[in-house]
């Protein structure tokens, strides 16, 4: 059984500061890995993923992988409030994607 | 293109009736999922598809079951609803493992 765990937070942050949410995976042998985020009363919705060693940016978004420490976080530069929602992790395996629990972020104005 | 669509977006059973939860997608995925997810917790997978005909359990499939006779759809269902199985319901579909594409979901409540 892979595990994937996340801090549930919430998370609060000002606005236009720097969000950091980290998570952590069991399988050493994972390849790839992805970030969702979920608004409350909707679906999740990709907003990254990363397969490589190091950093991965997409605008004010950047995730970042260390697979020696099996860890994958994901930075929010210059918060805004409309990034205010819980942010999940996943990673594939087999046939299957393995999801944690989820940060919910709060970004205050 | 729709992307993923499910119906119905609200539903209230009794204990004890049934129900399906349809799911349709039309960007020719070949693998597709059921998840469901409670208040403030994460997703949990309780059927998934690798492709029409083959069908596998997740982590929760106890008192649900499903099908897959086309590529396009991967109906779910509820027997004999029970309060536990209040939830809301995504499904979902992907090329292969690669990025997951969800439905609106599907806010189930058994009283």
């Known amino acids: 059984q892979k595990e994937v765990e996340q801090n549930s937070g919430p998370l609060s942050v000002p606005e236009g500061a720097i969000a950091s949410l980290n998570c952590t995976y069991s399988?050493?042998?994972?390849?790839?890995f992805f970030w969702y985020r979920q608004y409350s009363g909707k679906s999740p919705e990709l907003i990254m993923f990363?397969?490589?060693?190091g950093d991965k940016e997409d605008g004010r978004f950047t995730a970042q992988l260390n697979k020696a420490s099996q860890y994958v976080s994901l930075l929010i530069r210059d918060s805004q409030p409309s990034d205010s929602a819980t942010y999940l992790c996943?990673?594939?395996?087999?046939?299957?994607?393995?999801f944690g629990t989820g940060t919910s972020l709060t970004v205050i104005p | 293109n729709a992307g993923v669509t499910q119906t119905p977006k609200f539903r209230i059973l009794k204990i004890g009736q049934s129900m399906t939860l349809q799911c349709t997608q039309d960007?020719?995925?070949?693998?597709m999922y059921w998840y469901r997810q409670d208040p403030g917790m994460g997703l949990k997978l309780i059927y998934y598809s690798v492709g029409a005909g083959i069908t596998d359990k997740g982590e929760v499939p106890n008192g649900y079951n499903v099908s897959r006779s086309t590529t396009e759809d991967f109906p779910l269902r509820l027997e004999l609803a029970a309060p536990s199985q209040t939830s809301v319901y995504f499904c979902?579909?992907?090329?292969?493992?690669?990025?997951?594409?969800f439905g609106p979901g599907t806010r189930l409540t058994v009283l």
């Open positions: 979902a579909s992907s090329y292969g493992g690669d990025e997951q594409f």
């Open positions: 990363i397969y490589s060693n």
């Open positions: 399988d050493r042998g994972s390849q790839s």
């Open positions: 960007m020719n995925h070949n693998y």
């Open positions: 996943a990673v594939p395996g087999g046939n299957q994607f393995y």
